[in-house]
């Protein structure tokens, strides 16, 4: 067993954390740490946990770093940054969830970020965690910088026709629909339930803080520096998330091919589905799991392809890959305290 | 004062048409028709229109033509066409909410709605109800297809840059989302409200009948043949519908070249509104409005634009427009009877 | 015409209060008062506004008073008795929406809202503006209090029983249910949508202020001091408050004899509506109407009756309301501008 | 290992049925019956259940019944008894889910139902699965009849103060709220999105099947005929119940006696939760669990207490409870494969 504290705890991403790791067979909470609610039960704050053994909400300098293997945190970014450098010697594994260790380039975080990352070196160090793209370098990693929401999303979507060059990299649109736990438990006029229900907007359009982190992915894996489309919407709903991808194939590559593509890279992954032809999957079909469902469409317009993806955006989007990156580190089963059968309706 | 029939009254789209001719100043219903509900007042079927003087749902058989001015036809597509045959004499106009008299071509007809049509030479008559792009051809009309509600939308999110060849006619894509209320008042299990609440999935994906629809208008607008990506979403609110297109400008055109093109051509336009640069519109501003709100922002990719609009599907994407058209026709100042304040919240 | 200011104008309220004052044949808005949003449009805040001539958003300090004939006051408890003791001699009417003038006795009000109150000798003066209860001393009435959301929603359900004596006044048990828009437009984590979608709770039980304000009124309009039971819930819909009322039968009288009472008292009432026996009323079908529908169920227990009366929080319950009884100080029409189709869906 | 046939698995409650056998330990499935979807897999109904083994939908005939140790009906009722009277001898134990075994006079049965009921020595025999109440006539039980949501959440508030003796039997008025899942999966116009969101409604007032079950398990918990209040309310939510009961305190009861009274009845239920007092439960923080919340208030009424009791239609309201019941039919563990956390948002 190992011994997990978590920071952040009180926001939405570190509930799903809580309630994930709460059935994790080899994973133990002994700290929730969240600074604005010390000293109260964590079922005072989420009702949902009722009669799980948790600890008692405490501030991080209550923390005993001496038994504490693993950090999950949930930080907002900058937050995460402070407190990451603040214990990183002191614990074996740090799993961020936040913004703060995605980024490769300090300059780009400060643009994007409003603030000089404090801890630079460690951009470099860390693995970003986009499971399917990055497996083979989660063993034993010691700072493991979870893909936004977003970007889980919608690489994940693009991932095959990525690695295998089938796509023209300056044509890719990204429209992407998100629920608004996205946004997180915070207090905001604009997040009351009457300026979000019965009703859709656009927002950050053009100018969303994970379009840079999608981009450096890319050029991750295809080693070519791109710009992309990328437009979010806010949709009435709690939990859930659809990329709609435009993409137009490279010359000589057709849609049978790419599906054949899709089908070779997605076999084995045990969270990543393909969708049989013609199906278009949901997002509340996978409310609460870890799987993301990816469906592939001929255009209209010849020689592009239309790609869906669905993911939960609190699980795959956030604290569910972080639960698998940590499995990989460990050397565990990835998919470890991460089965379970969605909840529908 | 004209006097209306409505047509397929007992759906939602009858219901809006209802609501908005109930407060025309020279338009009298004197017929409301739905053939599975006759005898009954509208009451019954709307509690919303308490103490609203309406005639009772009758048969259309019921009807006596000799007084009629005009007929609204709310029915659905094959259904209409019927009914239109058999009355196109007896009326004065004809504004059709249906998919009967939109497209010009039978065979495409045939081919998308799976049947013959059997009035195949009012195709050609009809008068293609984007009151926008078709206001010339209103004034006298006898027979308006009144657009459907995915074209009008992304069709008036993109008219200025067609009607100025602004944008590559290769390269359009739009990403539409709609609210449950387009679907009609039917009996189904897709439309039970836990299929539809706490989610969000794409529909006929590549497939949907408005494609070929959104295409042949733009053919006529810019004499070319097109193919559009469109991908149709259902978004868990009652009535809205946003389309995010994604459009590439055309050589030696700016983004603020195509700004000041949209100024120019809206300015005078009274149900449309160029929002301000950097203000994304939401549908929940405008229900029951007959507005469309289009915003432009500068893609992150050089050279693309994301072209934003919304509307009520109910009002401007149907009923709100049909009476724009007919008050054309009828040389009525365009905007009688469509003037109100949307509710919010 | 009338000069009207609206004080605070920028929460939901204050926005009802400006839809249906913006279609008012006789009142002319002149002042938008919101201290936290001065300078700017109201259209910035309310984009549902669109194109609607209204000042911008002004300071208290900035109104001129010499031309106001009337303010409506939709600032919170203690904000709203701050200014209109301050302006009280500059205006005809004063129509407040708050809760500041609603309670006849200074000391309930202190228990119920915490401070004392500022203006006591006003709270004898002012008119409480149950309309349908207190109609005639309307004319020429100056302080206009406007009843709480339920308490109109419960006591117009009720108010024939209440009046004819036919119901015991020891066993009144009110049952309520509140879209979201009766929290107002505030920053606040339990207003997240998230925390108010796809659930239901009961909140302030046996301990809502709005109680004691129902048993004022009852009080007034019986001559009998009682304890009611009232508790309500939170719905997540954006407005409409549906009352289930559970009421024992005074001896000697039927459900038939209520039924009969409440016909002849509300046949000539413009806003409220009996149902036909069997017709449960949705809260749905009277969206920014000024209706209340009120249906009677027999129970199954003998002896008690089940009245259900709904409104629109914001308008019957609140804004709309407001105008009718401004309506009745200057001796208008009471249905002046208050008369449109409920929109749904 | 139990092998479990699931009957009418094709509506929410039998998915539910299905997600929860899924997981337990000890029932393994071995048939999928719906009649109306026979030969596709339950994913193609259910996607959430992706890659989860099960069989393939089947017609009742085709179940070899050799190897069936229980079924679970979640047929409607009437088809219900018909399946279970002929399947009666070839299996071990019964849970029905449906109308059809709960009430113990087939009188009444036939007059709520309106069909005559072909088995009614079988309703003596059913054992009403009340498990809070019933436990312990469960062990050995062959044929379970699951109570109706509505009687489980009304009757789980009510229990302590009924079985004591501590509340008035003529006094017992049961406001309800239900989420939309609980009424089926169905095609019907009522049920479409638009008709269910963003409003609230009573239905089938004093006038609801339920209202006869719950008094009927009154009579057996207090051995008195009585009469109950009880008020169905649709509410835009998918799934929770939540039951806002009002009852008068027997003579020398006091509002402390019985909270006392319900602490010492419910301290070691595994699935009952007194909430501390001032805290009202949400049906949101229980979504999926088993686990009933009841809160007691003091009303503004002397002698009067507010209970609220909330649950989740489909898993404590049926699918969770049944299995509850069959685990203890088979001296298991009475939480076998009902632990779990609730998740919010």
């Given at each position: 067993?190992?011994?997990?504290?978590?920071l952040?705890?009180?926001?939405?991403?570190?509930?799903?954390?809580?309630?994930?790791i709460?059935?994790?067979?080899?994973?133990?909470?002994?700290?929730?740490?969240?600074?604005?609610?010390?000293?109260?039960?964590?079922?005072?704050l989420?009702?949902?946990?009722?009669?799980?053994?948790?600890?008692?909400?405490?501030?991080?300098?209550?923390?005993?770093?001496?038994?504490?293997?693993?950090?999950?945190?949930?930080?907002?970014?900058?937050?995460?940054?402070?407190v990451?450098?603040?214990?990183?010697?002191?614990?074996?594994?740090?799993?961020?969830?936040?913004?703060d260790f995605?980024?490769?380039?300090?300059?780009?975080?400060?643009?994007?970020?409003?603030?000089k990352?404090?801890?630079?070196?460690y951009?470099?160090?860390s693995?970003?965690g986009?499971?399917e793209?990055?497996?083979?370098?989660?063993?034993?990693?010691?700072?493991?910088?979870?893909?936004?929401?977003?970007?889980?999303?919608?690489l994940?979507?693009?991932?095959?026709?990525?690695?295998?060059?089938?796509?023209?990299?300056?044509?890719?649109?990204i429209?992407?629909?998100?629920?608004a736990?996205?946004?997180?438990r915070?207090?905001?006029?604009?997040?009351?339930?009457?300026e979000?229900?019965?009703?859709?907007h656009?927002?950050?359009?053009?100018?969303h803080?994970?379009?840079?982190?999608?981009e450096?992915?890319?050029?991750?894996?295809?080693?070519?520096?791109?710009?992309?489309?990328?437009?979010?919407?806010?949709?009435?709903?709690?939990?859930?998330?659809?990329?709609?991808?435009?993409?137009?194939?490279?010359?000589?590559?057709?849609?049978?091919?790419?599906r054949q593509?899709?089908?070779?890279?997605?076999?084995?992954?045990?969270?990543?589905v393909?969708?049989?032809?013609?199906?278009?999957?949901?997002?509340?079909?996978?409310?609460?799991?870890?799987?993301?469902?990816?469906?592939?469409?001929?255009?209209?317009?010849?020689?592009?392809?239309?790609?869906i993806?669905?993911?939960?955006?609190?699980?795959?989007?956030?604290?569910g890959q972080?639960i698998?990156?940590?499995?990989?580190?460990?050397?565990?089963?990835?998919?470890?305290?991460?089965?379970?059968?969605?909840?529908?309706?």
């Amino acid at each position: 067993m190992k011994n997990a504290v978590i920071l952040g705890a009180t926001g939405y991403t570190g509930a799903e954390a809580v309630r994930l790791i709460s059935g994790h067979p080899k994973i133990n909470i002994i700290g929730l740490v969240g600074n604005t609610s010390t000293g109260v039960t964590y079922e005072s704050l989420y009702p949902n946990f009722h009669n799980i053994d948790l600890p008692i909400i405490s501030s991080i300098k209550d923390i005993d770093w001496t038994n504490v293997d693993v950090i999950f945190s949930c930080l907002p970014h900058g937050a995460s940054q402070e407190v990451i450098s603040s214990i990183y010697d002191s614990v074996d594994t740090i799993i961020d969830l936040s913004a703060d260790f995605r980024l490769k380039d300090p300059d780009l975080y400060q643009y994007l970020y409003g603030e000089k990352h404090i801890f630079p070196d460690y951009l470099k160090k860390s693995i970003y965690g986009l499971t399917e793209f990055n497996r083979k370098k989660l063993l034993g990693a010691k700072l493991v910088a979870c893909p936004g929401c977003y970007p889980t999303c919608s690489l994940l979507g693009l991932l095959p026709a990525l690695e295998s060059s089938s796509i023209d990299l300056d044509n890719i649109i990204i429209d992407a629909k998100s629920g608004a736990s996205g946004t997180g438990r915070k207090a905001s006029k604009s997040l009351h339930f009457s300026e979000i229900s019965d009703g859709c907007h656009a927002y950050s359009i053009a100018n969303h803080r994970h379009a840079p982190e999608i981009e450096q992915t890319i050029e991750n894996i295809t080693g070519r520096k791109v710009k992309v489309s990328f437009t979010p919407h806010l949709i009435p709903m709690n939990r859930g998330m659809v990329a709609t991808s435009y993409v137009k194939l490279a010359d000589g590559v057709t849609y049978q091919d790419l599906r054949q593509i899709y089908q070779d890279r997605f076999k084995n992954e045990p969270f990543v589905v393909l969708e049989n032809q013609g199906i278009s999957p949901h997002s509340r079909h996978i409310k609460g799991s870890n799987i993301c469902k990816i469906a592939l469409f001929e255009d209209r317009r010849p020689g592009w392809v239309i790609i869906i993806s669905v993911i939960d955006n609190l699980t795959k989007g956030s604290a569910g890959q972080a639960i698998q990156n940590y499995n990989l580190t460990q050397g565990w089963a990835e998919t470890l305290g991460l089965i379970n059968i969605s909840m529908f309706p």
